[in-house]
Structures are given as structure tokens and as C-alpha cells.
């Protein structure tokens, strides 16, 4: 995987964390995922076509979901419902719109599907490439929670 594609994501997910969400951030170290099951609770799913194809996922821990639905939207959630769901998807478009941006800026072409979120643990995902998937583990520290969310993508 270039390097040239793995910093556009990580851009994206530090300074929406940073500035929409008032979140600070920790990257992990970079792995590559040796299995196709979702890292946490509720994941958003995005495809890519054009020049390049391929997928990219966002898993939250549900504690942490329900912190950045809190911080997206300024309710408090209990449970899973169907507006954080909706919120999770809207995180996943607005980080995907901002790798969509750098990775164009390198002078590839690509467009995106539509955010698919599903809630659940150790959901499998079948990426659509045939090059490793790549795993960005992030932590952050928020009102009295461990944070973890991971960022999983592939390009061909």
C-alpha cells in the first residue's frame, strides 16, 4: 500500500476529530488487518471507483459512538439508536470527502457510494480489492472514556 494513500485518511480523521468534534486524537501503529471482522461496534462502510478502487471502514467502540454522537449532534444517547446510526454515517461521508480531496490532489479520479453503517461485533467485511487492508488504530481520552476507533482501507 503507498504511503501516499494512507495519509489523506489519516489527515482527514485527525482534523475532523480536531475541529468538527473538539476530539483529540492518538494514532496507533499502522498493521495490516489479517481478517475481514469489523474492530468495534458500529462501523461505516464506504466504497470507491474511478481511478482507483476500493473500500475504507470507521469502527467505533459503542462507548465511543455515543461520545461522538454527543459531540456531533449535542444530545446525549443511551443506546445505539437509529440518529446515532445516521450520525456515524454522516462522520464516515465527511471523512471520506476529506481523503476524497488529497487523494484527487495526487491526480487520481474517484467517487464514492453512499455510507453503509452496521452495528454489531466482529461483523465480517469483504473489502473489494485484492491488496491488504490496512489498519489505523486511533485512541483519544473524553469525558471520564477510553475512546477507540479504527480506520481499515484498501486501494487498487
Known sequence: ???????PYLTAVQNVFT?????QIAMGKPELKHNKLTSGEVTGVMGFAGD????FSLSFTKASTLHIY???VGEEAQSITPEVVDCIGELTNIISGQARV???????KLSAAIPTVIVGE??????ITKVPVVQ?????????????????????
Open 1 to 7: 500500500m503507498d504511503a501516499a494513500f494512507v495519509n
Open 19 to 23: 475541529t468538527m468534534l473538539g476530539i
Open 52 to 55: 482507483k478502487k476500493g473500500m
Open 70 to 72: 454527543k459531540s456531533m
Open 102 to 108: 488529497q487523494i484527487e490532489k495526487l491526480g487520481f
Open 122 to 127: 466482529k461483523v465480517e467485511i469483504s473489502f
Open 136 to 156: 489505523l488504530p486511533f485512541t483519544f481520552q473524553a469525558d471520564g472514556i477510553d475512546g477507540q476507533l479504527y480506520l481499515d482501507f484498501s486501494f487498487e
